[in-house]
T-cell receptor
């Protein structure tokens, strides 16, 4: 079991460019979560899917951020027109149906110059 | 929505001493309170949790206390060891409304010899 896989590990973009982050959940896990980690804000919830359906996106900035889960083996988080304040570590986690324990990936460190 | 406040941002202890991290939450419907640990350069992993039907849970050197009236819970680490040095995150979850885990801002625990 390789755990939750996130790619890329590091991404550097220029201001105004688009960034797409990928997450492969643990096989058999039905829920996928996205969080953003910064020193100041800590761990902020962004959005989550259950059985590929979006359940709660209350943490997503309304503009520029979108997430999808086209199949059970991967989810993407897309940030359009990236801004310096988007710089953070983006964490993906997955969990089994009916279980609350989250298994986190290593994260993608996004740096917007 | 739920808000979780983690009161100590940093905690320095001597090896062998105890460490206590305190968290408060706002949503009275929250009923599950896990703790996660993030070691340097690594992602988060689950360490211990408590549900609202009990007020204390112990696992080896870790004890979680829950005070539902005060909407407060705490992690107690006894006989601290260097490997306890990490960032600890508390979180709260409600089973209602399809919401996700909401995390506190993290406490950096440093255990010195």
């Amino acid at each position: 079991n390789a755990g939750v896989i996130q790619t890329p590990r590091h991404k550097v973009t220029g201001k105004g460019q688009e960034a797409t982050l990928w997450c492969e959940p643990i096989s058999g896990h039905s829920a996928v979560f996205w969080y953003r980690q910064t020193i100041v804000q800590g761990l902020e919830f962004l959005t989550y899917f259950r059985n590929q359906a979006p359940i709660d996106d209350s943490g997503m900035p309304k503009e520029r951020f979108s997430a999808q889960m086209p199949n059970q083996s991967h989810s993407t988080l897309k940030i359009q027109s990236t801004q310096p304040q988007d710089s953070a570590v983006y964490l993906c986690a997955s969990s089994l149906e009916g279980r609350n324990t989250l298994y986190f990936g290593a994260g993608t460190r996004l740096s917007v110059l | 929505g739920e808000k979780v406040e983690q009161h100590e941002s940093t905690l320095s202890v001597r090896e062998g001493d105890s460490a206590v991290i305190n968290c408060t939450y706002t949503d009275t419907a929250s009923s599950y309170f896990p703790w996660y640990k993030q070691e340097a350069g690594k992602s988060l992993h689950f360490v211990i949790d408590i549900r609202s039907n009990v007020d204390r849970k112990q696992s080896q050197r870790l004890t979680v206390l829950l005070d539902k009236k005060a909407k407060r819970f705490s992690l107690h680490i006894t006989a601290t060891q260097p490997e306890d040095s990490a960032i600890y995150f508390c979180a709260a979850f409600t089973y209602q409304g399809g919401r996700a885990l909401i995390f506190g801002t993290g406490t950096t625990v440093s255990v010195s010899p």
